[in-house]
């Protein structure tokens, strides 16, 4: 439990470093800079599978529903999301996509045997404030239009990795290797699209560090060291640490220069953690009682 403890955190702090790579790369196409990053997935993929030794097959022949939830989930979230910081200041396009935490709790409770509790509501309501503040620079209304598309992209973002989450817990458990397969698609599929698209914009040295960067982190090998962790270790645990994301990638944006601190963004980034805090609060109690039974 401890391993798969510490390889949810690694997993954490990847994702933590998304933005800022993203940035560092936001001159490529979207479609472009998501086929190459999910490539680098891909390979790590291939790895694992050559660990196992048991034939590329066993790895690709899941239900056609099980691709097209998966690759629909990674291909979409992670387009949208270059798409965010491309048309929006990265903190802001950031902290909105990070709504995620809370669509999933809200979208989880009309599943069978799940309802919408009093928390669900308020958590929502906080997470929306927070919005409300990005979007209106402090909540004077006067937000930049130009920016508006990028806050578009990334409350689609949050919506989709959201709706992703859910259809896969859906699906029953698939196991790790299956991730390869949905980065290897993920990237054919990214590559079509931006052929017809996209016109291809050659790379320089610092945007090919930050796409093998995004490939082997928050795009790629995050979801491998994620899924050991929330199968080995203790899932609430890690998902009580998981909303620590957007404060520590808006952290990691301002100390890199690539973002300036504000009273609106801290004001915004309080409201969404303390949203996603509130609205799982019953995991919140079980991971105390278990900590203080141990």
């Known amino acids: 439990m401890q391993r798969g403890n510490l390889f949810g955190i690694v997993a954490i702090l990847l994702w933590a470093t998304l933005a800022s790579f993203s940035v ?37 022949t899941w239900p056609l529903k099980v691709w097209i939830v998966g690759v629909s989930g990674l291909l979409g979230y992670q387009f949208f999301y270059f798409l965010a910081i491309q048309n929006a200041p990265a903190i802001e396009a950031n902290l909105i996509n990070y709504l995620w935490p809370l669509f999933i709790v809200l979208v989880s409770s009309f599943l069978p045997n799940e309802k919408l509790k009093w928390y669900h509501i308020i958590g929502v309501t906080l997470g929306l404030i ?69 016109i291809t914009v050659i790379p320089n040295f610092m945007e090919l560090i930050a796409i093998l960067a ?12 994620w899924d050991y962790g929330v199968k080995n270790g203790d899932i609430q645990f890690l998902g009580t640490l ?42 919140f109690k079980m991971l105390y009682n278990k900590l203080k039974k141990g």
Do not use: D
């Open 24 to 60: 560092l790369a936001k001159n490529i196409p979207p479609f472009e800079l998501t086929s190459m990053s999910f490539f680098v997935a891909f390979l790590i993929g291939v790895i694992l599978w050559k660990k196992e030794g048991k034939g590329v097959l066993v790895h690709i």
């Open 130 to 198: 927070g919005v409300v503040f990005l979007v209106s620079k402090g909540g004077s209304f006067n937000f930049e239009v130009q920016y508006l598309k990028g806050y578009i992209y990334a409350f689609i973002c949050a919506v989709i990795w959201a709706s992703y989450s859910v259809l896969s817990r859906l699906l029953g458990k698939v196991p790790t290797s299956a991730v390869g397969g949905f980065c290897g698609l993920t990237a054919v599929l990214s590559l079509a699209c931006h052929l017809i698209f996209e």
């Open 214 to 225: 995004l490939g082997l982190g928050p795009v790629g090998g995050a979801f491998f060291v």
């Open 242 to 283: 998981s909303y620590s994301i957007p404060l520590l990638s808006t952290l990691l944006l301002i100390v890199l220069g690539f973002s300036k601190p504000s009273s609106s963004i801290w004001l915004a980034c309080f409201f969404i953690v303390s949203g996603s805090i509130i609205s799982s609060l019953p995991q």
